[in-house]
């Protein structure tokens, strides 16, 4: 089994969202707000609209069910003030444009495999291996943890991980430490 990894380097970050900007102005919000919030995929493919018109969103983790209230990062704002200008409270953040071929139902939000296939577009555009959708969640985090490692508690509790190993093995940051630690070994 192939575990995916975060996209370690923050100007890849940056250079995949541009990629997405210019391409699909929906999935640079997706990916954004993916790689912003730390939502597991599932989550963030349920929003509304009507969920991120203020300052935080507020929701009910579908995989925990645990209330979750973050911050929208002010870097993303005026984008995602921009995508949704036209919409509607009630309708999904982000909707397929496709009727649903076996109830004929429009609007519903892109299916996780859907997601997963732009993911792997860029991933391949720009020679990544290892992503998937879980690459947003563990990007966020392994951002967090690299700009204070003060941050492993509180990340521990935003995962709703039972150890800071556990947390720590989900960033990759194990295999990291490991072979940072083998780089600095000297023997005189």
């Known amino acids: ?8 380097d923050p100007q890849m970050v940056e250079a995949i969202r541009q990629y997405f900007k210019v391409r699909n102005f929906r999935n640079y919000i997706f990916f954004s707000l ?3 919030s730390g939502l597991r ?17 507020d929701i009910v983790e579908s995989k925990t069910k645990k209330r979750k209230r973050f911050i929208i990062h002010p870097s993303i704002r005026a984008d995602l003030d921009f995508f949704i200008r036209d919409k509607q409270d009630h309708e999904y953040l982000f ?5 649903k071929k076996h109830t004929g139902f429009a609007g519903r939000p ?11 577009e860029a991933a391949d555009h720009f020679g990544l291996t290892d992503i998937g959708t879980h690459t ?5 985090g392994y951002h967090l943890y690299m700009q204070d490692p003060r941050n492993l508690a509180l990340l521990m509790r935003m995962f709703n991980h039972t150890s800071e190993t556990v947390t720590l093995m989900y960033l990759g940051l194990t295999q990291d430490l490991m072979d940072s630690a083998i780089r600095r070994l000297k023997y005189a």
């Open 1 to 8: 089994m192939n575990f995916v990894q975060p996209i370690r």
């Open 41 to 57: 995929v599932s989550d963030l493919l349920n929003l509304k609209v009507g969920q991120v018109r203020g300052t935080h969103i």
């Open 136 to 140: 947003m969640r563990k990007t966020w």
């Open 110 to 120: 892109i299916d996780r495999s859907t997601a997963y296939k732009m993911l792997r």
């Open 34 to 36: 993916g790689v912003y």
């Open 95 to 99: 909707q397929s444009r496709q009727r």
